[in-house]
């Protein structure tokens, strides 16, 4: 599968953003889907995921009650809703596809990731 990342920009301090991410390729349905980030200078982080069905949801701590993570299989997107934006929510934005729908928040078991979007919080 191969995963489009877009929805990225620069936006004020708790302002809101949405980013989408398009897949193609096999059946979307198929693949638990996640979303990471990496801001400058530091680790590749756990931010949100979703289930097959998107009946169930995860999210990092840090972002819990501001984010949003969920998806259309009629689209093959999914998407990260982005509300209440802090400066250190500042970085590289990634979707990555799990095809056993069982990677939620561990990276190493996600099988194909999107080449990112960079969001950009200015204080």
């Known amino acids: 599968v191969q995963l489009q990342a877009s929805g990225g920009g620069l936006v004020q301090a708790g302002g809101s953003l949405r980013l989408s991410c398009a897949a193609s390729?096999?059946?979307?349905?198929?693949?638990?889907l996640g979303w990471f980030r990496q801001a400058p200078g530091k680790e590749r982080e756990f931010v949100a995921a979703?289930?097959?069905?998107?009946?169930?949801?995860s999210y990092a701590d840090s972002v819990k009650g501001r984010f949003t993570i969920s998806r259309d299989n009629a689209k093959n997107t999914v998407y990260l809703e982005m509300n209440s934006l802090k400066p250190e929510d500042t970085a590289i934005y990634y979707c990555?596809?799990?095809?056993?729908?069982?990677?939620?928040?561990?990276?190493?078991?996600?099988?194909?990731w999107g080449q990112g979007t960079l969001v950009t919080v200015s204080s």
């Open positions: 979703i289930s097959r069905s998107g009946s169930s949801t």
């Open positions: 990555a596809a799990d095809l056993y729908g069982s990677a939620w928040n561990l990276d190493y078991k996600y099988d194909y």
């Open positions: 390729g096999r059946t979307f349905s198929n693949y638990g």
